[in-house]
């Protein structure tokens, strides 16, 4: 199965754009004084990646070892990829970590671009980033190669039809889990939130900062939440932007994201002076025609109804994207896929050389041994009127995935939803967006909430598209700013329009 309908929670949106173990209890702090077990980093030049060129001479690079399995803190280990920029002003406060989510996401890629954007912040704070473990640089996963992700693109149907296309879209998908497992090996079983969250508090250590500050993006939040459910003392100044709802399961994600990506897609209609209902209803119509004949494109490779729904996605991350659509819509409606592909190809990380990205790869070993629920078919079928009522354009691809994205999975789930209670943590800012299509605004007042009294603070964005810091609200901005440099709290509710 390729990179399908679950569409991540990645950002930065821009980037996008231009292209996105439940052991251990609270308070487990023992033997993390800031000092103990920590290991020095050798710092470096940064090379070039897969995803990005060499970032230039601001940035170090270093590997951090951690082990495989955290229940054998003494057995074999493995390599975190690390990428740092030292602080621009002499009154620096420590170290600011950053994932920006997937999850799968590259921080080693991700943050020389968005350095600009926290300028700011890099006055006092060395900007610091990682490939989490099974992504990229860290012992990252490549589950298929380049030539059975484009076959299963042409072919695979991610709304199933016909028992003939049923078959095929969960051979695919246990296929695919075969793949995983085969390029994994044992770390399959070891890439989870919690073994992620264990390592964030490894990296403080290595840093040489007595408490974690942190700016978790999209699925990052959902790790910043269980690093304060699993180290609430050592929480320094932690924001969460664009907010995965942490009491949502696999269906109510897949829910949560429907209602998002619609929301967004009425309000990009409306910008355009159209009706989003009818809007909506000629698009599923578009939509219907090309399942049953796909769309020739100037590449020679034919655009299908499920590539056509991941075009249509990508420029709704952005308010930029947005007259991009309307193009891409337009030329879809005479006939050409060319424009909706060529969208498409940039979210799944295609080069014009037929390569693929893995950061799909990495989401699905890391979501999948997460999340515990596994929808079958029948169960699936049955939740489908529901799904195609909240969205119906994207409704019937996010609730076929809910069957086939874990489908017959090698590893199982750990939790239903992550446990991100973190009593006695320092306040952690949580910012919400109201138009975010990936992550919707109800996620950001359940973190806050599950975090619980005196620790959740919501920060209220009334914006469009996935996040709100460095999208500009200079309220947004600002507020966040005073709290990670000055330890400013805002108010609970704070809302800046």
Not at 45 to 61: F, H, L, M, V
Not at 70 to 84: C, E, N, V, Y
Not at 99 to 118: C, D, E, K, Q, R
Not at 347 to 362: D, F, L, Q
């Amino acid at each position: 199965m390729t990179r399908l309908t679950r569409w991540t929670a990645l950002t930065v949106a821009a980037a996008l754009w231009t292209a996105g173990c439940s052991g251990g209890s609270p308070d487990d702090d023992s033997g993390n004084d800031g000092k103990s077990g920590a290991t020095a980093l050798d710092w470096g030049d940064c090379k070039a990646t897969e995803d990005a060129p060499a970032p230039g001479d601001d940035w170090q690079c270093a590997t951090l070892k951690v082990p495989l399995d955290w229940s054998k803190p003494d057995g074999r280990t493995i390599g975190l990829a690390l990428i740092r920029a030292r602080a621009t002003g002499d009154d620096r406060l420590g170290s600011l970590l950053f994932n920006f989510g997937g999850p799968g996401g590259s921080g080693v890629s991700m943050l020389p671009s968005y350095a600009g954007t926290v300028a700011e912040l890099r006055e006092r704070y060395d900007l610091v980033s990682f490939d989490p473990r099974g992504v990229a640089a860290s012992e990252g996963v490549r589950c298929r190669d380049d030539r059975s992700i484009q076959a299963a693109e042409a072919t695979v149907d991610g709304t199933p039809d016909t028992p003939a296309e049923e078959r095929a879209f969960l051979e695919d998908a246990a296929d695919f889990g075969k793949g995983c497992q085969k390029a994994a090996g044992e770390l399959m079983a070891h890439v989870s939130t919690t073994d992620t969250a264990r390592d964030m508090d490894r990296i403080r250590q290595a840093l040489g900062d007595e408490k974690l500050n942190y700016f978790g993006i999209s699925y990052g939040t959902e790790l910043g939440g269980v690093y304060a459910h699993l180290f609430p003392k050592k929480v320094g100044r932690m924001t969460l932007d664009a907010v995965v709802d942490p009491s949502a399961d696999t269906v109510g994600h897949a829910k949560n994201q429907a209602r998002g990506f619609q929301l967004a897609l009425d309000n990009y209609l409306k910008s355009t002076g159209r009706d989003p209902e009818q809007g909506s209803r000629e698009i599923a119509e578009l939509l219907r025609r090309i399942d049953a004949e796909p769309l020739p494109a100037s590449s020679g490779r034919e655009l299908t109804q499920t590539l056509a729904v991941t075009g249509i996605v990508l420029p709704l991350y952005s308010k930029d994207g947005w007259p991009a659509l309307t193009s891409a819509l337009e030329a879809a409606q005479d006939g050409d896929g060319t424009e909706l592909l060529a969208l498409a190809d940039g979210y799944n990380e295609r080069s014009a050389e037929g390569e693929y990205g893995t950061t799909t790869h990495s989401q699905r070993v890391i979501s999948c041994l997460d999340a515990r629920q596994r929808p079958t078919v029948e169960e699936t079928k049955k939740l489908l009127p529901e799904f195609e009522e909240i969205s119906p354009v994207f409704g019937a691809f996010l609730g076929w995935d809910t069957a086939g994205w874990c489908h017959d999975w090698p590893v199982p789930g750990q939790h239903d939803t992550p446990d991100v209670s973190a009593p006695g943590a320092a306040p952690v800012l949580v910012v919400g967006n109201t138009g975010d299509p990936a992550t919707p605004y109800e996620g950001a007042r359940r973190m806050a909430d599950e975090l619980g009294e005196d620790v959740g603070v919501v920060l209220t964005w009334k914006g469009e598209g996935h996040g709100a810091y460095g999208s500009g609200s200079d309220c947004v901005d600002s507020t966040v700013n005073a709290y990670l440099l000055d330890g400013t709290v805002p108010e609970d509710g704070k809302v800046c329009s």
